[in-house]
């Protein structure tokens, strides 16, 4: 069967705007046979009101992203969707100023200018993955992910433009009755946790909608099993595009504070970013790929060293630009 033909659209981006950064972060959590990235490139499969596609967006001449849809019939809502993961409706000079105010934010905000909050094209897939991502590295999450998919996730049953794009993601209703534990081989505990979060999510439509504010939005999210304070701030974060979103108790985001004194506490995070309001997603986004530019850095540690930290989970722990050191990630 021919692909679909595209229809083309294109989204002007407000400059400065770091393209490079937000392809490397969804590279590096790309869903096998969901999502796919090559340079230049960031592809996925999609379904609008039952129809399943494909999009692909790249950086196009002229401060503009050009975004290809193969989908049949009508899709009116693609270009918000589109715009939502590429935090088009960013204000990077209002943004940056506000977190100026902060010196080391400054120096962050000048190598960085064009920094922004990578979204999701679906709340609930992205939820999911951050589940998966608890206590595992970007790469194992990323694996476990793709297995959650062939084993649960309706195939495209088309053939794609774009190479590896074979399934969509699995619907609320086709996870929220099945052993995911069993079949991704995980921990009963966090197999449960996704079937409670896709029953409620089946259950209550808005449970991932933007717009609830962000205190609403986590006390609903933590009500669930399995989800705490710091999975709810980075779905906030993401899917639920709250610019204020902050997970305190980050291991990334306390080791980029790090300075003579020593890594600052969950508490003194929370106090110092009372600086950053209303900003302090874009706060955590500077401080992760802070991080990830330190640990690339630095001297390699002996292997028994590294051997040790691939057992010792961190619950938390940083998701910056690569996964660069995390070991708990989404």
């Not at 590429?86 to 100026?100: H, K, T």
């Not at 589940?131 to 309706?154: D, K, M």
């Amino acid at each position: 069967m021919q692909p679909i033909p595209a229809a083309t659209f294109r989204l002007p981006v407000r400059p400065p705007f770091d393209w490079e950064g937000v392809h490397a972060y969804l590279a590096a959590r790309a869903i096998p046979g969901v999502e796919a990235a090559r340079p230049g490139l960031y592809a996925r499969t999609v379904a609008v009101d039952g129809r399943r596609g494909t999009l692909t967006v790249t950086m196009a001449r002229g401060e503009a992203l050009t975004a290809a849809v193969r989908l049949p019939g009508p899709a009116p809502d693609i270009a918000a969707r589109v715009a939502g993961i590429f935090d088009l409706a960013a204000d990077p000079a209002v943004i940056g100023a506000a977190l100026s105010a902060d010196p080391l934010m400054a120096g962050l905000v000048a190598a960085r200018p064009g920094l922004r909050v990578p979204g999701a094209w679906d709340g609930f897939e992205l939820a999911v993955r951050a589940i998966l991502g608890q206590q595992v590295s970007v790469a194992a999450a990323t694996r476990l992910a793709g297995r959650l998919v062939a084993a649960f996730g309706p195939p495209l049953g088309q053939d794609a433009a774009e190479p590896g794009l074979t399934h969509l993601f699995p619907s609320p209703e086709a996870l929220a009755e099945a052993d995911i534990a069993l079949a991704l081989n995980m921990p009963r505990a966090r197999g449960a946790a996704i079937r409670a979060l896709a029953a409620a999510a089946a259950a209550e439509p808005d449970l991932l909608a933007p717009g609830q504010g962000l205190a609403a939005a986590t006390a609903r999210l933590t009500a669930l099993p399995g989800i705490g304070g710091w999975t709810a701030q980075y779905i906030a974060m993401r899917a639920l595009r709250e610019p204020d979103a902050l997970p305190t108790g980050d291991i990334g985001l306390l080791r980029a504070l790090a300075d003579a004194g020593g890594r600052p506490s969950a508490r003194d995070l929370e106090a110092r970013s009372a600086a950053w309001r209303p900003w302090r997603a874009y706060a955590v986004l500077h401080l992760w790929a802070h991080d990830a530019a330190r640990l690339a850095e630095s001297p390699p540690r002996p292997s028994g060293a590294r051997r040790a930290a691939k057992v010792i989970p961190e619950q938390g722990a940083g998701c910056g630009p690569a996964g660069a050191g995390a070991k708990v990630s989404a």
